[in-house]
């Protein structure tokens, strides 16, 4: 017999036990059942108004919020908060020939040293044309014709401003009926009777 030799216990009960197996008598699992506490369970859900009006104020909040700050940016810009956003015509007072006649005529027999009041401008009063975006989309080409269906004037490239709205430059040209055809990206056509003044 060797008496230096190291001996792990651990080692040798496992050995020792490594088939056996001791079954519990029945009546301790009835003890074990009564022993255990039991708590009550709450649903998330008992209290689902409070979650939901909870919801719906930080909602509200938020669109509160955004309405505000895009009030606060629109007053900046130059641009009430009550203005509607949809397609700006040209509305002046319609001015004859007859009234453009009887004007000319008046010029003629005023004195060179006087004011002339009456004067018709050979110009549109207006000089920018606007084009709504959400109405006509991508515009590729407008193109302006006269009354006599001559083109007059062609813009190409054109490009949307910040409120959503093409900006057509139509200082040089005369007071009258035009026809204004919009060319739009997906190959569409809009075509459209103003009368500039």
């Known amino acids: 017999m060797k ?3 190291h001996i792990d216990v651990s080692d040798f009960f496992k050995r020792q036990l490594e088939g056996q197996s001791i079954e519990p008598p029945a009546y301790i699992w009835e003890q074990v059942r009564q022993n255990i506490p039991t708590y009550n369970v709450t649903s998330i859900w008992k209290n689902w108004w ?9 909602i509200l909040s938020v669109v509160v919020y955004l309405s505000y700050e895009q009030n606060i940016n629109n007053s900046k810009k130059g641009i009430s908060a009550k203005q509607s956003f949809t397609n700006i015509t040209i509305r002046n007072p319609v001015v004859s ?6 004007s000319i005529k008046n010029e003629v027999n005023l004195p060179t040293n006087s ?16 084009v709504e975006f959400s109405t006509v989309g991508i515009l590729e080409k407008v193109e302006i014709f006269d009354s006599l269906n001559n083109k007059v004037k062609i813009f ?13 430059n139509i200082k040089d040209l ?5 026809t204004i055809k919009l060319y739009k990206k997906d190959g ?3 075509i459209r009777e103003e009368e500039f003044r």
């Open 3 to 5: 008496t230096n030799e």
């Open 50 to 58: 409070v979650y939901n009006s909870i919801a719906v104020i930080a």
């Open 97 to 102: 020939n007859n009234q453009i006649q009887a």
């Open 115 to 130: 004011k002339n009041q009456n004067k018709i401008s050979s110009k549109v009063q207006d000089a920018i044309y606007y």
């Open 156 to 168: 190409q490239n054109i490009i949307s401003n910040e409120f959503g709205y093409y900006e057509l």
């Open 174 to 178: 005369s007071p009258g009926k035009y």
């Open 188 to 190: 569409g056509q809009i």
